[in-house]
């Protein structure tokens, strides 16, 4: 079977001219499968966040997973992830998060008393790549800074963006991990993309961008600015206290995915799915 990772998909077309896009984001994995966070089994959601999303009468085009792929940056932890993906026979696309180029040390400490080491990110996520679907685009952006949590969007990233826009007038959507609008929130606000007027000066000339995913927040989120539809989509682990400003694990939301669908028509849609019968209690 083809391997994705190592050959990234750069055409797609269907045969009714519909993308169905599966978002996967901050999949948190460990080398130890039996790994437990506030309550969660990050190996074992992602196993049932894909297998949820396949059991939908959906057919799915592509898998974009948007970031924090592992919680210990080890390559044995990408082959099984890439592994998982290339079994599924779907095309599929990957990006780095924080997490992806940036161990945190003491991660049950306060966030101010943690280590942070830089590491180098693994070359089967992609940065700075298009994916022709029918008749839109997908621009992956990499949004990660080594050996920082926040992020950053590179100038070479804002201009390779400004040209893809101008070359190709497709209906658009750009996936990065880190948020791109604030979220009300004030400890995961800080880790915005730091250059986040910049980003958004450069794709406000162009009205056929319809779309930003990211990942990164570990909530659900949709919000609309200057027409383009902003989402930010849970972690297929834990999750995130929404409108806090003091971290916190939500206790009550469960892990998911979300679906988008671009239509023929250049009409977008898109939906949360919440991994049923799956705990996400905290036990901090
Ligand atoms: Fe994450
Ligand atoms: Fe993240």
Request: charged share 20%; net charge negative; proline share 5%.
């Amino acid at each position: 079977m083809t391997s994705y990772a190592s050959c990234p998909p750069q055409h797609i077309t269907t045969p009714d001219s519909v993308a169905n896009v599966l978002q996967l984001t901050d999949l948190h994995l460990f080398p130890d499968p039996d790994k437990m966070v506030a309550g969660v089994n990050c190996h074992d959601n992602f196993e049932r966040c894909l297998s949820q999303a396949f059991s939908e009468d959906v057919r799915c085009d592509l898998i974009v997973v948007t970031g924090d792929l592992v919680n210990e940056v080890k390559t044995e932890i990408y082959d099984h992830i890439f592994a998982r993906l290339d079994a599924t026979g779907i095309p599929y696309v990957c990006i780095a998060g924080n997490h992806d180029v940036t161990d945190e040390i003491g991660e049950d400490l306060p966030f101010e008393q943690r280590k942070f080491v830089a590491h180098a990110p693994d070359t089967r996520l992609l940065s700075d790549f298009r994916v022709q679907l029918n008749h839109w685009q997908l621009l992956l952006l990499d949004s990660s800074v080594v050996g920082e949590v926040g992020g950053r969007l590179s100038s070479e990233s804002l201009t390779w963006i400004e040209q893809r826009l101008k070359n190709h007038d497709d209906p658009t959507v750009l996936a990065l991990h880190h948020h791109v609008v604030p979220m009300q929130s004030e400890w995961i606000d800080n880790h915005l993309i730091a250059n986040s007027e910049q980003f958004w000066q450069t794709i406000q000339p162009f009205s056929h961008v319809k779309s930003v995913i990211s990942g990164h927040v570990h909530q659900e989120f949709a919000y609309k600015q200057d027409d383009i539809q902003i989402y930010a989509t849970p972690s297929t682990c834990y999750q995130f206290e929404p409108q806090q400003d003091e971290f916190g694990y939500d206790k009550d939301a469960k892990a998911g995915y979300r679906w988008l669908k671009l239509e023929a028509n250049g009409e977008l849609s898109s939906r949360v799915v919440r991994l049923a019968e799956v705990s996400a209690s905290a036990s901090v």
